[in-house]
């Protein structure tokens, strides 16, 4: 099923910054989120499950790009390997969450008395690097790298705590993290926070802290992870990969481990867009006689007919034989484009025999030449005293 574009869900254009996307969102949020549409509230369930999928995608810059760039293929190519999508509503709360959710991410208070879980939070996302060759970037590939990120803690199962005891929830704040002043208004209870200074902001207090995370709940792994290069990906491009980020504090939700991608550049060939460049030296003799020749391409090498007469700068086309198209069927093409090379060092024989050679043509057979000089005499002949500039 294809999806409404992103920026037409939220109102905004393809230009819009971060303030205009955060502001566009919490507008739309508190028209549809569900706790404030009972009598509707399938309708509101699908809108606001919409508006907060393109909200999760255009906030985050890199997701961001690989959409402008490839739509929704670009952000959910992982998506049949790391599960259902669906219900993922804002912020990875899962579900909708309650509005009082939406309204802490951008006023830090809410609507509503009930209080989320300060354990919670998702993890940090890994950022990370890796260099392709130019085929690699282009057929695709499959690369395993090591990582360093948080993950649960094993003796205390991502809890903090020593042996079986559990973290009890702080009393001061109730499990929130965060003391609340409320004050009632015409539109609903609007709340100051400050973070709680009983557990640090934390919801829970640990009596007895596991000795090896120290009361974290997580410690640091080295992990490997097996990356999918997706044929056509090209340099300065983002993999995200759902989930391999850090785990978030006491069993909080993953991040997720963005790979940037960069390619080195090949001895051969450029890249513009899905299509494959390369510049091809001919002989003089070539270019006049006309010539077979072999010429790379990604692919090996193939033969190519050099018409007679060719001149240099002549850029021919070979169909099929550039890159594959990232998320899609069939490729680009390459494109050759061809430069003279002028003999050196000729002796006196061969000089002789050009000169020769240059009298048997005569100037009408350089017609380039021919016009260019007639423009030159014409910028150049003298001026009649009465013309004017």
């Known amino acids: 099923m294809n999806k ?55 906030v985050d810059p890199a997701k961001r790009n690989m959409y402008d760039q490839y739509g929704d293929a670009g952000v959910n190519q992982n998506a049949n390997s790391s599960g259902n999508h669906e219900g993922s509503g804002f912020g990875g709360f899962g579900g909708f969450g309650g509005f009082e959710d939406i309204i802490d991410n951008f006023f830090g208070g809410g609507f509503s008395s009930s209080r989320k879980n300060a354990t919670s939070a998702r993890g940090n996302d890994i950022h990370y690097s890796i260099n392709l060759t130019f085929e690699q ?6 690369i395993e790298i090591s990582i360093n990120k948080m993950d649960t803690c094993e003796c205390c199962s991502g809890s903090g705590s020593e042996g079986k005891e559990s973290p009890i929830t702080c009393k001061t704040c109730g499990g929130s993290g965060q003391i609340r002043q409320s004050q009632r208004t015409a539109f609903g209870n609007f709340v100051n926070v400050r973070t709680c200074t009983t557990c ?11 000795s090896k995370c120290r009361g974290k709940g ?15 990906i090209d340099d300065n ?11 978030g504090e006491f069993n909080g939700p993953n991040g997720d481990l963005l790979v940037t991608v960069r390619v080195k550049k090949h001895k051969i ?6 299509d494959v460049i390369c510049e091809y030296p001919i002989t003089f003799v070539e270019a006049a006689l006309g010539s077979e020749v072999e010429v790379p391409t990604l692919d090996g ?21 550039g890159i594959p198209r990232l998320q899609s069927s069939g490729r680009g093409d390459q494109f050759i484009k061809v430069n003279i090379e002028i003999p ?25 030449k021919k016009n260019f000089i007639d423009k030159m005499k014409e910028i150049l002949k003298p001026k009649n005293k009465n013309e004017t500039d």
């Open 218 to 232: 997580r410690v640091t792994k080295n992990k490997k992870v097996i990356i999918n290069i997706p044929a056509g």
């Open 200 to 210: 640090g902001g934390k919801g829970k207090i640990i009596k007895n802290p596991c």
């Open 344 to 368: 050196r060092n000729l002796n006196d024989e061969q000089k002789e025999l050009l000169r020769k050679f240059g009298k048997t043509i005569g100037e009408k057979e350089f017609k380039e």
């Open 237 to 247: 491009q983002v993999i995200s990969i759902t989930g391999e980020g850090d785990v």
């Open 137 to 142: 970037a282009g057929f695709g590939t499959k």
């Open 269 to 274: 060939f450029t890249r513009q867009g899905f």
């Open 301 to 321: 090498k193939v033969k190519y007919n050099i018409p007679e007469s060719t001149q240099t700068g002549t850029v021919f086309r070979i169909k099929g034989k």
């Open 4 to 58: 409404k574009d992103y920026y037409e869900v939220l109102g905004i254009s393809k230009g819009a910054n971060e303030e205009e996307i955060k502001k566009a969102y919490r507008k739309l949020a508190k028209k549809y989120h569900p706790d404030l549409n009972p009598e509707d509230k399938i309708n509101s369930e699908k809108k606001f499950k919409e508006i907060s999928d393109a909200y999760n995608v255009l």
